[in-house]
């Protein structure tokens, strides 16, 4: 079963655009990935320019097959070649209508967003964000720390 989520970038101008991934959408998996590997705002735009997502991963990569079951290579060599990179709708699958949703600003986005389990959010202070099952907006670091602390 799926933990879905999106991924959001606020950017210098105050627009915000936001993308969808479907799975490991829980803290320890995505925002985990999200704290660690895409801090910086260019990278995560680079992200966010692909589109909606399968599953996130540390490194945004290259076009690949979408899943192992569409690869001619066992489930050893797609993962040794793939594993680490992110999968795309739109750039493994070729799917449409995957592109980013952009908004005016952040009060734009907190009425208009696409709703998930768990909403992550770059702003423009240089701080990822993230809100559970639509309970407020907190410091994703905080969530993390929380959880580990919980266990």
């Not at 079951?69 to 750039?91: I, K, V």
Request: net charge negative; charged share 30%; aromatic share 16%.
């Amino acid at each position: 079963m799926a933990t879905r989520s999106t991924i959001a970038l606020e950017f210098a101008d105050g627009t915000v655009q936001q993308v969808y991934c479907h799975w490991d959408g829980y803290l320890s998996n995505n925002g985990q990935i999200l704290q660690e590997y895409y801090k910086d705002p260019f990278k995560l735009r680079d992200l966010i320019d692909l589109g909606d997502l399968s599953s996130l991963r540390p490194s945004i990569g290259e076009q690949h097959a979408f899943s192992r079951l569409d690869s001619p290579l066992s489930d050893e060599q797609y993962e040794e070649l793939y594993g680490d990179m992110c999968t795309f709708y739109a750039r493994d699958r070729g799917e449409i209508g995957t592109s980013a949703k952009k908004f005016k600003d952040f009060e734009d986005y907190k009425f208009n967003h696409q709703y998930e389990e768990y909403e992550y959010i770059l702003r423009k202070d240089g701080f990822w964000y993230v809100c559970q099952y639509g309970k407020d907006y907190e410091l994703l670091s905080a969530a993390i720390q929380r959880q580990v602390e919980e266990a």
